[in-house]
């Protein structure tokens, strides 16, 4: 009996992301009659596009137990040369090619920091997160750069009767969920994120694992900064700023623990953003205080790590009565 009765629990546990995300919806649905609307839908997937590309970068990162900090100065960084190369006039192929360049130096940077010198990601992607956003404002010169019109019209721009953004936002995603699933590779990040000592032992090259998890979150960042900057359609001082809380936030809300070894794109990750966009455009509709905004998704948030602690907690305890069971055998 207490043993159904701990896989019911933990049953719960896993599918938290899920279930909070349904009460969300469900909860706004009912406040507001036009929350739940065709166009309001969209809205909140177009919107949440750009921070589902980051939070799925990030995910890689804490599948390592590590964290990236710095995904919002990539994207500031990124959107600065791009806007300065599109008033200079740069085609727009060229300045979204210099974007991922960007994208890919910054997590290369901040992978060699992590595995050559041997210094902890949080360290290591906060003092690039200040070098990044110190850079970006050297460059802008502190000012808004407001971009060509027929720019913010990629934002606008539809392939196959769907929105860019979240063409882009899907591609990443089967992307990133083929390598976690069905690649030797994305074993090998589960593995790491696990046991670093283990995986390093059995074998595995956790440098060069390690190195590519990097990359990939910078990647993400500069097209995460390219499809934010099609919406706007300007570069400002506080471009990308709070990302890295807001990727991080989604991850976990989705279910990615941040000790590292556990944890999915779809449907976790692409959830968390989900549902972090759609508090705030509920709250947005309900015309609540925006001071809220922050109260309301910290909350969720908390709630979210709580129900993580409680799950880790709780397979813990089921591996070492697995482990005194084996051992009395």
């Given at each position: ?41 969209l809205n909140v997937s177009v ?130 969920q083929v390598t976690l699933t ?148």
């Amino acid at each position: 009996m207490t043993s159904m009765r701990t896989k019911v629990v933990l049953l719960a546990l896993n599918n938290a992301p899920v279930v909070l995300f349904a009460a969300v919806l469900a909860t706004f649905g009912t406040l507001s009659p036009q929350f739940f609307t065709g166009q309001n839908l969209l809205n909140v997937s177009v919107q949440a596009s750009s921070n589902a590309v980051v939070a799925i970068g990030m995910t890689f990162v804490l599948l390592t137990a590590g964290v990236d900090l710095s995904v919002g100065a990539i994207m500031f960084i990124a959107a600065a040369i791009a806007g300065k190369m599109v008033l200079a006039g740069s085609s727009f192929p060229l300045a979204i090619a210099a974007m991922l360049g960007v994208g890919a130096a910054g997590g290369a940077v901040n992978a060699l920091l992590v595995t050559r010198l041997g210094v902890i990601p949080f360290v290591v992607t906060l003092a690039t997160l200040y070098v990044g956003r110190g850079f970006a404002l050297w460059i802008t010169q502190t000012r808004a750069m407001n971009l060509p019109e027929s720019f913010l019209q990629l934002g606008a721009v539809k392939l196959a009767g769907v929105p860019l953004p979240i063409a882009v936002f899907v591609v990443v995603l089967v992307l990133a969920q083929v390598t976690l699933t069905h690649t030797p590779f994305g074993r090998q990040i589960y593995a790491v994120g696990a046991d670093l000592e283990s995986a390093r032992k059995a074998g595995l090259n956790t440098r060069r694992i390690l190195f590519c998890v990097y990359l990939i979150s910078g990647i993400c960042a500069a097209l995460g900064g390219m499809i934010a900057l099609a919406q706007i359609g300007a570069v400002s001082p506080k471009f990308g700023e709070n990302r890295e809380f807001t990727a991080i936030a989604a991850a976990v809300l989705g279910g990615t623990s941040l000790f590292g070894g556990r944890g999915q794109v779809f449907p976790g990750t692409v959830v968390g953003a989900l549902l972090v966009q759609s508090v705030e455009n509920g709250l947005v509709m309900l015309n609540a205080d925006p001071y809220l905004y922050p109260l309301i998704t910290s909350a969720i948030i908390f709630l979210a790590v709580l129900l993580d602690s409680a799950r880790s907690g709780m397979l813990t305890r089921m591996g070492r009565r697995k482990i005194r069971i084996d051992e009395a055998l």
